[in-house]
């Protein structure tokens, strides 16, 4: 049990320092003049910054928290301890070696030119190693699991594990290294596509077919839905990377492919989001008391607003207003933080008290983090910032100068620079949450 | 959990390989590789386009470094390298991007975001000093811009920061972005076809408004007040024009801010709304009013006569016998000499260029002009102007 909470605590101190560098990058959009004092230092350089922000948050938090899930699902559903114990032992303290030399060497100056995969190679490599010891116990642990069915969340799993470590090995090499120009526009579509696609995305699913059922302690709807949304994501998935590019010089046909091919995705998105809802029935009444099921529930709710985004923002004509705009960076938020980040708190809330074996310190704490979350991110910062996009859209539209965009822009990012300390908040009250001792006395509560 | 039973399709060494291994290869090679062979055919690059990053005994150029130097400052991050064939977007930075035109970088800086603009046809669009300038303190040169700042690319020396060689190289870096549609956008953006021979009347809001836009486009440069003083002011040769001590009327200085001033830093605003490039020129055409009146007032016929003389034998070369900027030297300089016939200039202004030259331009000093040659060429430039007042 060590593993998880190790893993967790790890995640969310990532999440931290994340949320504080996007905070600070937030603020600096609506003060340039007065955030000047940090242009002087390098290592606090805008364009560096950012990239510690989308790498701390991706590969440090989410990636933990992942890990986390992994090491407590994959035991109790493949019915065997890990395979190699000892070597995830050293694998929790090895990955954030590799996660910290890469986001230094980020700040150092030695960014590389592809996103969400900037660490240099040094850094590569050593995240590529930890990440196929994590890939060698999972994988080998569902496998010695027993001869028999696996269960939803470990084909999910599973396919994360295998498809991400080709897939990060393929982005760090040949897209890094060997494709020039268009065609490595192509290969980087279908790389940031699948980071977020056939990582983020089975792990995130993979959690809520774990955490639903135990949770409302009834199985999950429909078996053959989870069926076909497995595999419908599995193939379906990785082929609309290039609508990262419409419009660019990647060839033509693969532009034109991207279009249906990412509408199709609506099928995956609704599977899941039905087995949630009808599994659901007649038991949205927990949702009130169960942090948990809650942050499960409303994860749901952004899954479902943020992948039928995906396939409209993949129309030609919607393309063209809100390609390159804050738009799509509302859109990314609502996924990366809105979902997944909600999927794993709510795996902490369920977890924690089971590895810790007592119930969480405080419901009013939970119940801040999770108002402050919520309310924080959709009001201050998913509204806002996407409204800001099409501002900045139809002014480019317009024929407007650059200098118009971000004047029309501007006044909706002050909600979130705020949002920055709002979310920031609620994650600290998490974390505090978890390192406070209950009072004796105090009704237990979470779960 | 029904053992041996199970269907093939919920094995785990099946979604394993197929789901994991098998999807991966499929989508590798129709998405990524598939495309690498049809560019490979079809984008075919224009005859002598090279590898601008490396120099000929393949070490890496100035060019090559700065490169460097934009990704590892996530440059990428806000501005884009494409121009896309939608949304007007040729009217803003040139033609659409061509899939050659990037054949040699690895990895690809196409980027997703634009919080500043794309930067995929910059050569040729703005001179070195302005980009010096504009990295040092992006407010400099651009008021409102939310640019982080590079003061770490400079030193600071007794006459201002100067760049260090990064900062040269990222500029060379800058400079050879849409090298081979270099003319194409210098023609677009110093364009020298708009004649504007009348002014709309002057909105009564127009006087406010011109200031404040001044301020958000122009202060960087030239200064709050006009002066020429801004904050760009280390960086620029030629220095930016003190507004206070020449008179264009405004249908000038609306052609002068649609096309800009190729050769220094004053670029073209022709992306601003026709207004409001209306009531920027009403504002700097004030500006320079009492400039009219000094210009107006300090001739002679005497004076002109001689001054006819100096400038004939001196001035006429580059500034055309006319005074029309339009002299046999003058079509080869870069920016081009001032066209008199339309510009009234300060007597004191002129007395001044005339002992310290204008660094940046063609115009030298004239240091065996008397004080009295000065002052009698300065009432024969006033002579020339042929516009309204």
């Known amino acids: ?447 | 959990m029904e053992g041996d039973r199970s269907p093939v399709a919920e094995r785990p060494a099946f979604v394993l390989l197929v789901a994991g291994v098998g999807f991966f290869i499929f989508s590798l090679v129709a998405m990524g590789l598939a495309p690498w062979t049809t560019l490979r055919h079809a984008a075919k690059p224009p005859a002598g386009f090279k590898n601008p990053y490396v120099d000929a005994r393949g070490d890496l150029a100035p060019e090559g470094r700065g490169r460097r130097i934009y990704i590892r400052e996530g440059c990428w991050h806000c501005h884009s390298q494409f121009v896309r064939p939608v949304a007007g977007e040729s009217f803003r930075y040139g033609p659409v991007s061509r899939a050659w035109e990037s054949m040699f970088d690895v990895p690809h800086t196409f980027g997703t975001r634009r919080i500043g603009p794309d930067l995929s046809r910059e050569a040729g669009r703005r001179p070195d000093d302005w980009h010096f300038a504009h990295l040092y303190n992006p407010r400099s040169t651009v008021p409102l811009s939310v640019m982080p700042g590079y003061p770490f690319l400079f030193e600071e020396t007794a006459e201002g920061p100067r760049p260090v060689e990064e900062a040269r190289d990222l500029v060379a870096y800058l400079q050879i972005l849409g090298k081979p549609f270099e003319e194409e956008v210098k023609a677009m953006v110093y364009s020298r076809a708009l004649l504007v021979s009348g002014e709309p009347p002057s909105e009564p809001t127009a006087a406010e408004r011109g200031r404040v836009l001044f301020g958000e486009h122009c202060a960087g440069c030239h200064g709050e007040k006009g002066d020429g003083r801004g904050a760009a002011l280390p960086f620029l040769k030629p220095t930016p024009s003190d507004l206070t001590v020449r008179f264009l009327r405004p249908a000038y200085a609306y052609e002068l801010y649609y096309g800009g001033v190729y050769g220094s830093a004053m670029p073209s605003f022709r992306e601003l709304p026709e207004r409001d490039l209306w009531a920027i020129a009403f504002f700097v055409s004030s500006l320079g009013r009492s400039a009219r009146d000094r210009a107006i007032q300090a001739s002679s016929p005497a004076m002109l006569e001689k001054g006819r003389g100096i400038f004939l034998s001196q001035c006429g070369v580059c500034h055309g016998f006319e005074g029309k900027g339009d002299g046999p030297a003058g079509h080869v300089l870069t920016p081009h000499p001032k066209d008199f016939t339309r510009r009234l200039i300060d007597p004191a202004h002129v007395d001044r260029v005339l002992q310290e030259g204008r660094p940046g331009t063609g115009m030298s000093r004239f240091p065996a002009l008397e004080a009295e040659d000065r002052s009698a060429v300065a009432a024969f430039l006033a002579s020339l102007y042929r516009e309204p007042l």
């Not at chain 1, 600070?24 to 560096?48: N, Q």
């Not at chain 1, 008290?353 to 801040?368: D, F, Y």
């Not at chain 1, 100068?401 to 600290?428: C, E, H, M, N």
């Open chain 1, 1 to 447: 049990m060590d593993l998880v909470k190790f893993h967790l605590v790890a995640a969310l101190s990532w999440l931290i320092l994340g949320m504080l560098a996007g905070s600070v990058e937030a603020y600096r959009l609506t003060s340039p003049e007065a955030a000047g004092f940090m242009e002087a230092v390098p290592w606090l350089s805008y364009g560096r910054l950012r990239i510690f922000h989308t790498n701390a948050v991706i590969f440090g938090w989410l990636t933990n928290g992942f890990l986390a899930f992994t090491y407590y699902a994959v035991p109790k559903l493949a019915e065997r301890p890990l395979v190699a114990a000892g070597l995830a032992r050293f694998n929790r303290v090895f990955l954030q070696i590799a996660l910290a030399v890469g986001v230094v060497s980020i700040l150092g100056g030695y960014a590389e030119g592809v996103e969400y995969a900037e660490p240099p190679w040094w850094a590569d490599v050593l995240f590529a190693v930890s990440f196929v010891f994590a890939v060698i116990n999972t994988i080998g642990t569902i496998l010695k699991g027993g001869p028999g069915a696996m269960y939803v969340t470990l084909w999910y799993v599973g396919l994360a594990f295998v498809f991400t470590t080709l897939n990060f090995v393929m982005a760090n090499t040949i897209v890094a290294h060997v494709a020039p120009g268009a065609a490595g526009a192509a290969l980087s579509g279908l790389w940031i596509h699948n980071a977020v696609g056939l990582w983020v995305t089975p792990m995130g699913t993979a959690i809520v077919y774990y955490l639903l059922p135990v949770i409302v302690r009834k199985p999950i709807a429909s078996h053959r839905l989870s069926l076909i949304g497995f595999w419908t994501l599995a193939f379906l998935y990785p082929l609309g990377g290039s609508h990262h590019y419409f419009y660019s010089p990647v060839p033509w046909w693969l532009q034109m492919l991207a279009v249906p091919l990412t509408s199709a995705l609506l099928l995956v998105v609704y599977t899941v989001v039905y087995n949630f809802f009808a599994t659901m029935k007649g038991s949205w009444n927990r949702i009130s008391d169960d942090i948990a099921l809650r942050f499960l529930a409303f994860g749901i709710f952004s899954y479902l607003l943020t992948c039928t985004q995906g396939p409209f923002h993949a129309l030609l004509s919607v393309q063209k207003v809100v390609h390159f705009t804050d738009w799509i960076v509302a859109h990314a938020h609502l996924a990366l933080f809105g979902v997944f980040s909600w999927w794993i708190f709510s795996f902490i809330y369920f977890v924690w008290p089971k590895i810790t074996g007592r119930p969480m310190a405080s419901r009013a704490l939970a119940e801040w983090h999770f108002w402050l979350s919520v309310v924080g991110f959709f009001l201050l910062y998913y509204v806002p910032d996407t409204v800001a996009g099409l501002m900045q859209g139809f002014t480019w539209l317009r024929g407007l100068s650059i200098v118009d965009s971000l004047k029309a822009a501007q006044p909706f990012w002050i909600p979130r620079a705020i949002s920055g300390v709002v979310l920031l908040t609620g994650t600290v009250l998490l974390a505090v949450n978890m390192a406070l001792k209950p009072a004796e006395s105090g009704q237990a509560d979470g779960r």
